[in-house]
């Protein structure tokens, strides 16, 4: 794996436009491929906001881990130690945000996967693309419009939590790699050399999840992917390890609100 940072990273430490705490934005874009990482590193000052346009990613925590999918964005506190890598190739916009925004706020103080927008998108490429400089009023008003979406946006219920156990990770990146196989308590406990009422327990301790609820969310969440890539809804269920059709679109809609096959025509109309 490539390692993409080594240790702490300032943003102001190389753009003339960081002056002060008044230069509240700083926006970051790159394109990444499978298997790139970033090393442990943090931002005393700074929240990062990570909108992924393509692809997944995993934000790694000395808490929790998180995955997250292209229709999430990710926000990491300041002073907040991580690594980021990916799953598959990934294109992502990041903005940095000084904490003077948001201090005092609770709900910016935690690591938390959020719901994407297009509008949400849209805004990240525009301050991106356009370069402002903060010490401009038309362009800090740009930005102030972005940070007022970003507070409307809301935690995702999609969002995945990893386990950091390293038994666990091994159970749970198996099952990533394979999807359409269902997990096997009884196998990866004697794996383990466990009860399988101890590595259920341990799971949930470590996600908050029972292992068929995480199973359930990771297939959603690939299918998800695979729908957006253009794959019918069929092979899409398919490859997700689903039998039925039928109770693939049942709980798909049930987890995004939306039948696969009408994410799937959107898909095909944006395109």
């Known amino acids: 794996m490539k390692e993409l940072r ?33 090393s442990w590193h943090e931002h ?30 990710i926000w ?21 945000i000084h904490e003077s925004l948001f201090k005092g706020d609770e709900r910016f103080s935690l690591c938390q996967i959020l719901n994407s927008t297009t509008l949400l998108k849209e805004l990240v490429k525009v301050v991106d ?3 402002l400089d903060m ?20 935690p995702a219920m999609t969002g ?29 406990s004697r794996e383990f050399g466990m009860s399988a009422k101890t590595l259920s327990r341990v799971f949930f301790r470590e996600t908050g999840m029972t292992i068929g609820q995480w199973e359930q969310r990771a297939k959603m969440n690939h299918a998800y992917r695979l729908l957006r890539q253009g794959e019918s809804v069929t092979d899409t269920a398919l490859a997700c390890g689903y039998h039925s059709v039928s109770s693939f679109i049942t709980t798909f809609k049930k987890q995004f609100g939306t039948t696969p096959g009408s994410l799937s025509e959107s898909t095909k109309k944006q395109g």
Do not use: M
């Open 6 to 38: 080594k240790n702490y990273w300032n943003p102001r430490d190389w753009d003339e436009n960081f002056i002060n705490e008044q230069d509240f934005l700083f926006p970051f874009n790159t394109t990444l491929s499978e298997g790139e990482w970033t």
């Open 129 to 131: 693309d356009w370069h």
């Open 160 to 188: 995945l939590t990893l386990p950091r156990n390293s038994k666990l990770q091994k159970l749970a990146n198996t099952f990533l790699e394979n999807i359409e196989e269902p997990i096997s308590i009884e196998a990866w």
């Open 76 to 96: 990491i506190p300041p002073r907040t130690n991580h690594t980021f890598y990916t799953l598959e190739s990934t294109a992502n916009r990041t903005i940095f």
């Open 135 to 154: 010490r401009a009023e038309k362009d800090r008003r740009i930005a102030h419009v972005l940070w007022d979406v970003i507070q409307r946006t809301e």
């Open 44 to 73: 005393p000052f700074w929240a990062e906001f990570v909108v992924l346009l393509s692809g997944s990613a995993v934000i790694e925590t000395t808490k929790l881990n998180y995955l997250a999918n292209e229709s999430q964005c």
